[in-house]
């Protein structure tokens, strides 16, 4: 069965630190993968996604990037953090007909 | 722009009673359509999803949903609630061959014992 790992689970981490969270998916090739960030009442919005290794599509302008060093391999990156990127951060894949399925996300607060 | 509507962002309301969140989108073409649920402290799961075919959805524990293509909706009720769906609930299209997921702002449900 297909399984998608996120993590850390929270973080905690100061201004103008850099960041690397990661995610990874099992039991499935080629998947979609995405990286959205849910803020209350604004809903998740979607920051990358990415339809294969090395490719990536950026859907905001923002102070993070991602990459997709392999088929199943997921990396949200920051080299500063601003206290505007604390948020929770959802990985997703799809593919298929399955749909799209959601990690357990990362609870990020930049201090 | 393209985009995702739920009103009602907040929804308290009692144990039995009757459900319906509206979402409604600005997309024209063929869409697929989903709801997720976010129970508190749980991540994100998919309560269903309408591809094609009957615009009644039946989703799990007791959803259902309807896909009105004049309307640009997709509505989800549930006739009688329990506490346990306590949750915030999202609607989601997808425009199909996009391979991207829109989100509306989500509505925070709260149900009294």
């Known amino acids: 069965s297909q399984t998608i790992h996120q993590w850390p689970a929270t973080l905690v981490q100061p201004v103008g630190s850099p960041l690397s969270l990661e995610c990874t998916v099992e039991g499935t090739s080629n998947p979609n993968l995405y990286w959205y960030r849910q803020a209350a009442g604004r809903g998740l919005q979607l920051l990358f996604y990415s339809v294969g290794i090395g490719q990536i599509s950026s859907e905001v302008p923002q102070n993070l990037s991602a990459s997709r060093p392999q088929d199943r391999q997921f990396i949200l990156s920051s080299k500063k953090l601003l206290l505007s990127d604390s948020g929770f951060y959802l990985c997703?894949?799809?593919?298929?007909?399955?749909?799209?399925?959601f990690g357990s996300g990362t609870r990020l607060t930049v201090v | 722009a393209q985009s995702v509507s739920q009103h009602n962002h907040h929804v308290i309301l009692s144990e039995a009673a009757s459900l319906e969140l509206g979402c409604n989108y600005s997309y024209g073409g063929t869409v697929n359509l989903f709801w997720y649920v976010q129970y508190p402290g749980q991540h994100l799961q998919l309560l269903l999803k309408y591809f094609s075919g009957d615009p009644l959805v039946k989703g799990i524990k007791g959803f259902e949903a309807e896909f009105i293509k004049s309307k640009f909706s997709f509505n989800l009720r549930k006739p009688s609630v329990q506490w346990s769906d306590t949750a915030e609930y999202f609607c989601a299209v997808e425009l199909e061959g996009n391979n991207r997921l829109a989100f509306g702002k989500g509505n925070q449900v709260v149900v009294i014992p």
């Open positions: 997703a894949w799809s593919g298929g007909d399955y749909g799209y399925t």
